[in-house]
């Protein structure tokens, strides 16, 4: 069963996906060399960075390439009142399982209310507050220097405007924040230690000697800086773009992190916090692509402020929840709508906190995970992914051969576009308006944008998302930061998995099988017992990606690539390629200089899209 016929009909992009394997492939196979060719110059680090391309690029569907046409926006925080709709029960594809999303804006109705946005100032003393509880310095952690931006005089420029951004934890802790020590994107071309461990990777994952890599005290050092981005199990890398310019002028808007564990309980430290059964298993990842001229100053803010605002939310709630050992289906439909609040109040209040006064904004893709219970909530055109992974049985041949690997994507955040139904109207509602790409009713193709007047230039500009955080000036025209959350259980969804995959018996004397592929039912032989799948053979993980590496990579064989780094398998594609497993780092790295090409054969080296991607498996205990 070859793996290109289990990834039908999942993508928007083109149905054949030979061209984005190959891609890969190809650098997979040269990355040693790509990645310690020293770069002197744009054209050269392509040039370095070369790979095979079968066929064309796929559509670019997000920002313009000029990357000065999208800009800002007010709060619409909903009072603290607020009631969401009835959440919209949705069911898988490929298995059938259901989950419940929720829009937060509460669509249309809510935009004759007599709604309170929060201020300014309200926003940023419970952005401070959440900081103090967790030991960190709310002014220290969030400075950012506008001053020669807003002059425009020559200088050094504000303090998270470099190619390379110098994370807080890498910078500025002497420890691990109360929340754990969140893994934060290392450049993989740029960032000289982390290009030549991934190198070093590389190497001894295919049995290299000791005169292909480091010492071991330099190896240690730059394995060192290289575990600040990820593990076996959790990782985030990124690639700078190029909008045109000198090399040293880039800047990276796009901002990324995984903390796993996530310990939230641990800020301020309180006594019902700390109890046993209140620290439930949990992770959080995100990406966040800012946009407009100050956008890496929003995202990155909201890197610094987003962990530790929503940990003091979740802490607050969890010690006043005197239904926290109640599992019924009421309480823990409760339990849900309470959580999609918090994160609800999170945007908002990033939103309204963010440095966004001149220009600048963010969209927001976070994973949240709390025991069993995942929470995926998105403002923007960045997207997250749950996928489930296994080892085929049916794939396993008669010899005894390998088994295939199966990894299949189950829920995918939507992107917020301004043309989408109630977006647009929203927009329109609120005295703005919506370009359509000539020829966009007909052919889905081109960027639809929000248009509204930016403070800077006084100009008119597009935003090409219809949610975000940050872009006040966007927002007097509906563009708002209120996230989709959708919530998944991953226990019913294993078990949802497990029920499509096992054979039924039928007679006593026949079996059949359900083809992982297609979803249709086979008779197989059988001698005495059902081929049988458990729990533990079903793997659940999570991604989430910008749209730099989502323009060019389907996400279906994003999820495929990941799948091999975090559990260490391929399938026959994969052998005929002469690709086995790889490090789940390698595994980013590979995906992202392949997006890049994409962006390379389709602009022809005049424009790149910031590229970031953040992953992390969503184990749960046994005994959860």
């Given at each position: 069963?070859?793996?290109?016929?289990?990834?039908?009909?999942?993508?928007?992009?083109?149905?054949?996906?030979?061209?984005?394997?190959?891609?890969?492939?190809?650098?997979?196979?040269?990355?040693?060399?790509?990645?310690?060719?020293?770069?002197?110059?744009?054209?050269?680090?392509?040039?370095?960075t070369?790979?095979?391309?079968?066929?064309?690029?796929?559509?670019?569907?997000?920002?313009?390439?000029?990357?000065?046409?999208?800009?800002?926006?007010?709060?619409?925080?909903?009072?603290?009142?607020?009631s969401?709709?009835?959440?919209?029960?949705?069911?898988?594809?490929?298995f059938?399982?259901?989950?419940?999303?929720?829009?937060?804006?509460?669509?249309?109705?809510?935009?004759?209310?007599?709604?309170?946005?929060?201020?300014?100032?309200?926003?940023?003393?419970?952005?401070?507050?959440?900081m103090?509880?967790a030991?960190?310095d709310?002014?220290?952690?969030?400075?950012?220097?506008?001053?020669?931006?807003?002059?425009?005089?020559?200088?050094?420029?504000?303090?998270?405007?470099?190619?390379?951004?110098?994370?807080?934890?890498?910078?500025?802790?002497s420890?691990?924040?109360?929340?754990?020590?969140?893994?934060?994107?290392?450049?993989?071309?740029?960032?000289?230690?982390?290009?030549k461990?991934?190198?070093?990777?590389?190497?001894?994952?295919?049995?290299?000697?000791?005169?292909?890599?480091?010492?071991?005290k330099?190896?240690?050092?730059?394995?060192?800086?290289?575990?600040?981005?990820?593990?076996?199990?959790?990782?985030?890398l990124?690639?700078?773009?190029?909008?045109?310019?000198?090399?040293?002028?880039q800047?990276?808007?796009?901002?990324?992190?995984?903390?796993?564990?996530?310990?939230?309980?641990?800020?301020?430290?309180?006594?019902?916090s700390?109890?046993?059964?209140?620290?439930?298993?949990?992770?959080?990842?995100?990406?966040?692509?800012?946009?407009?001229?100050?956008?890496?100053?929003?995202?990155?803010?909201?890197?610094?402020?987003?962990?530790?605002?929503l940990?003091?939310?979740?802490v607050?709630?969890?010690?006043?929840?005197?239904?926290?050992?109640?599992?019924?289906?009421?309480?823990?439909?409760?339990?849900?709508?309470?959580?999609?609040?918090?994160?609800?109040?999170?945007?908002?209040?990033?939103?309204?906190s963010?440095?966004a006064?001149?220009?600048?904004?963010?969209?927001?893709?976070?994973?949240?995970?709390?025991d069993?219970?995942?929470?995926?909530?998105?403002?923007?055109?960045?997207?997250?992914?749950?996928?489930?992974?296994?080892?085929?049985?049916?794939?396993?041949?008669?010899?005894?051969?390998?088994q295939?690997?199966?990894?299949?994507i189950?829920?995918?955040?939507?992107?917020?576009?301004?043309?989408?139904?109630?977006?647009?109207?929203?927009?329109?509602?609120?005295?703005?308006?919506v370009?359509?790409?000539?020829?966009?009713?007909?052919?889905?193709?081109?960027?639809t944008?929000?248009?509204?007047?930016?403070?800077l230039?006084?100009?008119?500009?597009?935003?090409?998302?219809?949610?975000?955080?940050?872009?006040?000036?966007?927002?007097?025209?509906?563009?708002?930061?209120?996230?989709?959350?959708?919530?998944m259980?991953?226990?019913?969804?294993?078990?949802?998995?497990?029920?499509?995959?096992?054979?039924?018996?039928?007679n006593?004397?026949?079996?059949?099988?359900?083809?992982?592929?297609?979803g249709?039912?086979k008779?197989?032989?059988?001698?005495?017992?059902?081929?049988?799948?458990?729990?533990?053979?079903?793997?659940?993980?999570?991604f989430?990606?910008?749209?730099?590496?989502?323009?060019?990579?389907?996400?279906?064989?994003?999820?495929?690539?990941v799948?091999?780094?975090?559990?260490?398998?391929?399938?026959?594609d994969?052998?005929?390629?002469?690709?086995?497993?790889?490090?789940?780092l390698?595994?980013?790295?590979?995906?992202?200089?392949?997006?890049?090409q994409?962006?390379?054969?389709?602009?022809?080296?005049?424009?790149?899209?910031?590229?970031?991607?953040a992953?992390?498996?969503?184990?749960v205990?046994?005994?959860?």
């Amino acid at each position: 069963m070859s793996n290109s016929n289990l990834f039908r009909n999942r993508s928007s992009k083109p149905n054949d996906f030979s061209p984005a394997t190959k891609r890969i492939a190809s650098f997979a196979a040269k990355a040693a060399v790509a990645t310690t060719t020293v770069s002197v110059s744009y054209a050269a680090y392509y040039y370095a960075t070369l790979v095979l391309l079968a066929g064309s690029a796929s559509e670019v569907s997000g920002e313009s390439v000029d990357g000065k046409n999208v800009e800002n926006k007010n709060t619409t925080k909903e009072e603290e009142t607020l009631s969401f709709k009835k959440g919209d029960y949705k069911i898988d594809e490929h298995f059938g399982f259901e989950y419940l999303g929720y829009d937060t804006y509460d669509s249309l109705a809510h935009m004759d209310d007599d709604k309170i946005p929060i201020s300014s100032e309200s926003a940023v003393e419970l952005v401070s507050e959440a900081m103090s509880a967790a030991g960190l310095d709310y002014e220290t952690e969030t400075f950012i220097n506008f001053s020669n931006d807003e002059t425009g005089e020559k200088g050094e420029k504000g303090k998270f405007m470099t190619i390379t951004p110098q994370h807080h934890h890498r910078s500025t802790y002497s420890a691990c924040p109360s929340y754990g020590c969140p893994f934060l994107p290392l450049d993989v071309h740029y960032e000289e230690v982390a290009k030549k461990e991934l190198v070093n990777i590389r190497n001894l994952s295919e049995g290299g000697s000791s005169e292909e890599v480091d010492s071991d005290k330099s190896r240690n050092q730059n394995r060192f800086i290289l575990n600040s981005s990820g593990s076996e199990n959790a990782a985030t890398l990124t690639l700078i773009g190029y909008k045109g310019g000198r090399l040293q002028d880039q800047v990276n808007q796009d901002r990324a992190f995984v903390l796993s564990p996530y310990s939230f309980w641990n800020i301020g430290k309180s006594k019902a916090s700390q109890k046993k059964k209140q620290q439930p298993v949990a992770r959080l990842l995100g990406v966040f692509d800012g946009h407009a001229k100050f956008g890496e100053k929003v995202s990155e803010y909201v890197v610094r402020t987003l962990p530790p605002l929503l940990g003091n939310k979740l802490v607050n709630y969890i010690a006043t929840d005197t239904q926290s050992d109640n599992r019924d289906a009421s309480a823990m439909e409760a339990r849900d709508r309470n959580i999609v609040k918090i994160l609800h109040d999170t945007f908002v209040e990033l939103d309204a906190s963010a440095p966004a006064h001149l220009s600048g904004g963010c969209t927001a893709s976070l994973v949240l995970q709390l025991d069993s219970q995942v929470y995926v909530a998105n403002a923007g055109d960045s997207r997250s992914f749950v996928a489930v992974h296994f080892n085929s049985h049916a794939a396993t041949d008669k010899d005894g051969g390998e088994q295939e690997a199966v990894t299949k994507i189950v829920f995918a955040t939507r992107e917020d576009k301004p043309h989408l139904g109630e977006e647009q109207q929203r927009v329109e509602k609120m005295g703005g308006s919506v370009y359509l790409p000539p020829g966009f009713l007909a052919t889905g193709k081109g960027t639809t944008r929000v248009m509204y007047r930016d403070p800077l230039s006084g100009g008119m500009s597009g935003l090409a998302m219809s949610r975000s955080i940050g872009d006040w000036e966007a927002g007097k025209v509906g563009v708002i930061p209120d996230p989709l959350v959708d919530i998944m259980d991953l226990k019913r969804m294993k078990s949802k998995v497990l029920e499509e995959l096992n054979v039924a018996c039928l007679n006593g004397s026949d079996a059949v099988e359900i083809d992982p592929a297609t979803g249709e039912a086979k008779e197989i032989d059988k001698e005495g017992a059902c081929l049988d799948y458990t729990e533990k053979d079903i793997k659940v993980f999570a991604f989430a990606a910008t749209d730099g590496l989502l323009d060019y990579l389907p996400e279906d064989i994003i999820a495929h690539h990941v799948a091999k780094g975090l559990y260490g398998v391929s399938g026959e594609d994969d052998r005929e390629n002469g690709e086995g497993s790889t490090h789940l780092l390698t595994s980013c790295e590979d995906l992202i200089y392949a997006a890049a090409q994409g962006w390379q054969e389709d602009k022809g080296g005049r424009y790149r899209d910031d590229i970031a991607i953040a992953v992390a498996d969503l184990t749960v205990p046994d005994n959860e």
